[in-house]
Structures are given as structure tokens and as C-alpha cells.
């Protein structure tokens, strides 16, 4: 006995140890269940700000410097530049504010799409939102070893690349930690970047103010010059050319929209909170550093970005030389901490956009569980092994990444603006604002489709086609695994016209006994009253006969693109979850079983799922749970990756809890022939 007890303690212990040195590496488990876990992984308008609005932010580390450099001698038209950006990033962002208003539960541009545009504009929007966060992180960690090699020695700058590499598996690590304790680590850095360029910008303008009324003067009459010189579509090219290849600043706005299932309740005034933070910040910080360009009159140096110039210049005027040079490093080492901020938007909101399109089967339904890692771990390493991908082809060219990420960006900007346009022209007779919104939201297509035509045009020989071609890729990618799918629904159609039209009838020698809760209980796993389920439960009579005397189904309406999640629409789904479940106690009543069921809305299948067991094996002690799994004819690597990831999941939970499940086989024949013959 006490050697028993010894070995019990060693392995306790050793137990102990293990969760230790876990702890130290990846942080505390989280219990779903645990209620304070929303208020552990949300986020308030201020931390979204941080780890949703700095993808915006940061941007002005290469937004501005490439409009800048593409003016080339016209740099003049800074001027007009700096506050058509500004105009730009408050449009864009309260166009963005109305699409959280209509789209509470987030979703951001692939919802908008599938649900205004149609399913296959929204399989586009969704696939260039994919590819648009692999290049967020890539391009975050790009331009941030550039602001740490700009104060380097010129000797080490060939280990730039090999750096970068490792930052990315670096923030890997950090997200598979958790979103909120990744985003409260760089928060003091966050602050610090504020304060640093909200210094620096202000030292560059305020002594100079007064240049600013000869400035605008100077630049109205060399504007007319050109005009005169070069003619006016030439003079507006320039502009546009410009304004179009910093597009790059106004990347990141869309990530609050996306990301609103990680902001705190109430969303839709959190998100629209968190936008106005961002929007106020980012056009004071792009247009400040496009007007102390002009106004220092700052020119390219090799091996230094444009910020590290004009830094150098602004501080260099007011402080010594070594005290300027700490002012310069870390104002930079801040630019760089909030860039690598903003690849966190990639490693947030990628997997969420994953897990709207798997439950509308575009991608494997897997990615659509969320709670399967509750920081989403599948996710967290696609995105970050496809941004090493796109980090290995570009060599860390930012110039060359600025247009492979724009071109995305833009696209779905412009498909969410036009989905939007659709919606307030077609309600135009129930919305009494909706003139208003129509105008908004139009004015901002006007901005993005603009800069998404130019880019195209002028860069597609330069970049632009990597990101076409990725993201067609994508699509191609999508349409197989959609087909598949549709393939396999079709193949399950004669079981369902086969087994759901079988008729009721009830036993009326015996009728429907009591509730027993310490009777055997069979619990069935169902998502709809189809062929699929009634199968399952005719297996389960004829596997167990005369064995169970209750029966309770369990089901999850899953919110999919495909309804609007409003009030209304979710009214709907739960009468349709109860009409059918409700069929499912009649059918088991016919058999003499007692039955019940349970159900819930829900955005993550698996949590819900789990929770919903848990309960039912509290209320009747002998449960024994059922799901179906597909079986096919011939298993393939495609099989395995699209199908039974769900009751192998959740069967792997719930016998962990010391809780029974059974798999019960479907087979599923893919050949017209053998679905003949069933």
C-alpha cells in the first residue's frame, strides 16, 4: 500500500512538473467552460486597438514613404497627398463602421460578400482576405528588420533576411500562448510607438508651421505649371500614381470588422470604438510624416528607410549628436515592436476567416472549430508558414511586398463597398437614412477601387501577379474541396429519400414510458432530420435491442454566411432546429423510447457540442453518446481531410471525461452506379 501511494505521488509529481514547465512555455490552460475565459481572450476598444487597429497603424512605417518616393520631383504634391490620405482613412473607416452595424457577429469582407454579393463573389473576397493576412504578416516583419537595420552597421545587413525568418516563428510561439496575453506583451511598446512619432511628427511640423502658408502657395503654382507643362491627365497620373502605391497606408482597416468575435460586448460600440482610435491615429501619422517629408525636404539614403532619415534630420536639429541617435533608435526599435504588433492581425483574424468559409465547406470543415485549440493552433501555423513562403520569394522587399499586399487589400475593400451599395439601394424603401449611407459607402468604393484599378495596372509585371496567381490558387483550391462536398451530399441523397419518409407508427400496446434518468440512456449527435441521422438510430435499435429506454438528441444550429445573423434569421434557424429535433422525439416515441432533446446556436461546433454532453451526462448518469461517421468506398488523402473530424474530436473529449461514445459507420458510394444499386 504505501509503495502504491509512492508510486501515485512520483507520478503526481511528475505531473506537476510537466504542467510547470507547459506553463512556462505556453501559459495556463483554459477551460471553455470557465466564464471568465470570454473576458480572459476578449478584447476591450483599447486592446483591439493594440492588436486589431496597429495592423492599420503600422502601416505608416512604408504607406507614406512609397507615395513620397513615387512623386519623385514632383514631391510638392505632398501637400495635396497627405490630405487626400487622411480624407481617405476616415472614409474608408466609416464606410467599415457600417458594415460592423449590419454584421454584429463579424465576418468583415467575406460575410459581406457571400451575403450581398452571392456565394462565389464571396468565395473571392474571402480567398484575397487569406492571402491578404499570410502577406499582413510577411510584410509587418519585412519592415520591421528594415527599421532595425536602418541604425545597424552596413557589415551585418545580409543577416536581415535570416532575422526576419526567425521573428515570424518567433510570433508562432507567442499565439500559441493566446491572443490577449500576445497582445498585452507588446503593449508598453505599443504606447511608447505613440508617444515616439507623436514627438517626432510634432517636432517635425510646429517649428516649421510657418512655412506651411508659402509651402501651400508654392505648391498651388508649380501644380498649375505642371498642368500647363505637362497637361492635366498627366499631372492627375502623377497623383494617382501616388496616391495609389501608398495604398499600403490604408491596409489594416478592415481587420476590427473581422475581428469583432474577439472584441468585448457590447461588439458593434467596441468595434466602432476601436475604429475611430484607429482612424484618428493613422491619419495623423501617415499625413504628419508625408508633411515633415516635404518640409525637411528629406531624400532617400542607402540602407535606411525614409522615417530613419527624416528622424535623423528632425532630431538632429534639436539635440546632439548622441542624444539624437538614442531619439532615433528607439523611435525605429518602436516602429519595428508596432509592426510586429500588426502581424498579429494575421495570426487573429486569418483563422476566423478559415472557420466562416469551412462551415460553407469552401476550406476542410476542421478549420471551423475553433475551440479544437482554443488559440486555433492549425490556423495559427498555416498563416505563419505561409507568410516564411511569401518572405523566402520576396527576399524581404517591401517595395515588392506593398503591391503583393495592396492588390488584395483593395480588392476586398472594394467588394465589400460595392456588396454594401447593393444592400442600402435595395432597403432604400425600408431605411429611412439610407441616401445617406448609399453616398458614404459609394465615396469610399470610389477611393478603393481606384487605388485596387491603378495598382493592378501599373504593378501587375511587378509583383502583382504573385498575388493574382496565389490567390487564384486559392480559389481553385476552395471550388475542389467545395466540390467534393457537394459530391458527397449528392451521393447521401437516396439515404435521405430512402429513410426519412419512413412512417411513424407508434406502438400503441406500449405506450411511451415515463423519464427514467437511471435508465440506459442512447444520446444521438444530429445536425438535421435527414437520411444520415435516421440511419444512426435504426443502427442503434438494431446494434443494442431492447437495451435503451430513453433517447436524447443533441444538435447545434451553426450561424454559416448563408443567413444574415440578425435577429430575425436566427429567430428562424431555432424554429427550424426545433422542428426537426422534435421529429426526432416522435420517431423515437414510435420505437418506446422516452425522448428529448437539446440544442443551442452557435458559431463553434465542437465547445458547443461538448458543453451540451456534459450537461445531458449529468441528468442521465448511463449515457452512451452516438455519432455517425462517413465511410467510403475507396479512402484517399482527401477523405481523410474532409470528413469525421468532428465525432473523432469530440469523441476523443468526451472519453477523456470518462464519458462513452460510440462511431457508427455511414457508407457513402460516390458512384452513380453503386447509388443505384443502394
Not at 136 to 152: K, P, R
Not at 350 to 364: E, H, K, Q, T, Y
Not at 388 to 406: E, H, I, K, N, Q
Request: aromatic residues 12%; hydrophobic residues 50%; neutral net charge.
Amino acid at each position: 500500500m504505501g509503495k502504491g501511494k509512492s508510486v501515485q505521488q512520483w507520478m503526481s509529481t511528475k505531473k506537476a512538473a510537466t504542467l510547470s514547465v507547459r506553463g512556462i512555455l505556453f501559459g495556463r490552460p483554459k477551460d471553455p467552460l470557465d466564464p471568465r475565459v470570454f473576458h480572459q481572450i476578449s478584447l476591450i476598444a483599447f486592446l483591439a486597438w493594440v492588436g486589431l487597429g496597429a495592423d492599420g497603424l503600422s502601416s505608416s512605417a512604408y504607406g507614406p514613404e512609397e507615395a513620397y518616393l513615387a512623386l519623385g520631383e514632383h514631391f510638392f504634391l505632398a501637400l495635396p497627398l497627405a490630405i487626400l490620405m487622411a480624407v481617405t482613412v476616415f472614409v474608408i473607416s466609416a464606410s467599415y463602421s457600417q458594415i460592423i452595424e449590419l454584421f454584429p457577429t463579424g465576418g468583415g469582407g467575406y460575410l459581406v460578400a457571400t451575403k450581398l454579393l452571392g456565394s462565389k463573389v464571396g468565395l473571392v473576397s474571402g480567398s484575397a482576405l487569406i492571402v491578404d493576412y499570410m502577406l499582413t504578416i510577411t510584410i509587418s516583419v519585412a519592415s520591421a528588420g528594415d527599421q532595425i537595420f536602418s541604425f545597424l552597421p552596413a557589415s551585418i545587413h545580409g543577416a536581415k533576411l535570416a532575422i526576419e525568418f526567425l521573428l515570424i516563428f518567433f510570433l508562432v510561439y507567442l499565439n500559441l500562448r493566446g491572443t490577449k496575453e500576445s497582445v498585452l506583451f507588446l503593449l508598453p511598446i505599443f504606447l511608447l510607438f505613440v508617444l515616439a512619432h507623436l514627438f517626432a511628427i510634432s517636432l517635425g511640423i510646429v517649428p516649421k508651421a510657418a512655412e506651411v502658408p508659402v509651402l501651400t502657395s508654392t505648391t498651388y503654382q508649380k501644380t498649375i505649371g505642371d498642368i500647363q507643362g505637362l497637361g492635366l491627365w498627366a499631372t492627375l497620373f502623377i497623383v494617382l500614381h501616388a496616391y495609389s502605391l501608398g495604398g499600403g497606408t490604408y491596409t489594416g482597416i478592415e481587420a476590427v470588422s473581422n475581428g469583432l468575435q474577439a472584441l468585448r460586448e457590447p461588439r458593434v460600440e467596441t468595434g466602432k470604438r476601436t475604429m475611430l482610435y484607429m482612424a484618428t491615429s493613422l491619419a495623423f501619422t501617415a499625413s504628419g510624416l508625408l508633411l515633415c517629408y516635404l518640409l525637411n525636404q528629406v531624400s532617400p539614403e542607402p540602407g535606411k528607410t525614409l522615417n530613419a532619415s527624416l528622424f535623423a534630420k528632425v532630431y538632429g536639429s534639436f539635440f546632439s549628436i548622441d542624444f539624437a541617435y538614442i531619439l532615433v533608435v528607439v523611435t525605429l526599435v518602436t516602429e519595428a515592436a508596432i509592426l510586429l504588433v500588426a502581424a498579429q492581425a494575421g495570426f487573429i483574424d486569418g483563422p476566423r476567416v478559415l472557420s466562416n468559409m469551412a462551415i460553407d465547406s469552401w476550406v476542410p470543415h476542421r478549420f471551423s472549430h475553433l475551440s479544437d485549440r482554443l488559440v486555433t493552433q492549425y490556423g495559427v501555423w498555416f498563416m505563419g508558414l505561409a507568410s516564411l513562403a511569401f518572405l523566402l520569394y520576396s527576399g524581404g522587399d517591401v517595395r515588392l511586398l506593398v503591391v503583393m499586399y495592396s492588390i488584395n487589400v483593395f480588392l476586398t475593400f472594394s467588394l465589400s463597398q460595392l456588396g454594401m451599395c447593393r444592400h442600402w439601394w435595395e432597403v432604400r424603401r425600408n431605411e429611412s437614412r439610407w441616401l445617406r449611407k448609399l453616398l458614404l459607402n459609394g465615396l469610399g468604393l470610389s477611393f478603393t477601387g481606384t487605388i485596387l484599378v491603378v495598382t493592378v495596372t501599373i504593378k501587375f509585371g511587378e509583383g502583382g501577379w504573385v498575388t493574382l496567381l496565389v490567390t487564384s490558387g486559392f480559389i481553385f483550391l476552395c471550388y475542389i474541396v467545395r466540390s467534393h462536398y457537394d459530391r458527397v451530399r449528392g451521393a447521401l441523397k437516396s439515404l435521405n429519400e430512402t429513410l426519412i419518409n419512413i412512417p411513424f407508427r407508434p406502438d400503441l400496446k406500449n405506450p411511451v414510458p415515463a423519464k427514467n434518468p437511471d435508465a440506459p440512456t442512447a444520446v444521438l449527435i444530429v445536425r438535421d432530420f435527414d437520411g444520415l441521422a435516421i440511419h444512426s438510430l435504426l443502427s442503434i435499435t438494431r446494434l443494442f435491442p431492447n437495451h435503451f429506454n430513453n433517447g436524447v438528441f443533441i444538435s447545434i444550429g451553426l450561424l454559416d454566411s448563408g443567413r444574415f445573423k440578425g435577429l430575425s434569421e436566427i429567430e428562424n434557424l431555432r424554429r427550424s432546429k426545433e422542428e426537426d429535433l422534435k421529429s426526432f422525439v416522435e420517431f423515437a416515441n414510435c420505437l418506446g423510447w422516452y425522448a428529448e432533446y437539446r440544442y443551442s446556436l452557435a458559431i463553434d461546433l465542437i465547445e458547443e457540442l461538448e458543453k451540451l454532453c456534459k450537461s445531458v451526462a449529468k441528468e442521465f448518469p448511463r449515457s452512451v453518446f452516438f455519432a455517425g461517421k462517413l465511410v467510403f468506398e475507396q479512402e484517399n488523402f482527401l477523405t481523410r481531410l474532409l470528413h469525421n473530424h468532428t465525432p473523432f474530436t469530440l469523441e476523443q473529449r468526451l472519453q477523456f471525461e470518462g464519458l462513452e461514445m460510440m462511431i457508427l459507420p455511414i457508407r457513402v458510394f460516390t458512384s452513380p452506379a453503386r447509388q443505384e444499386g443502394l
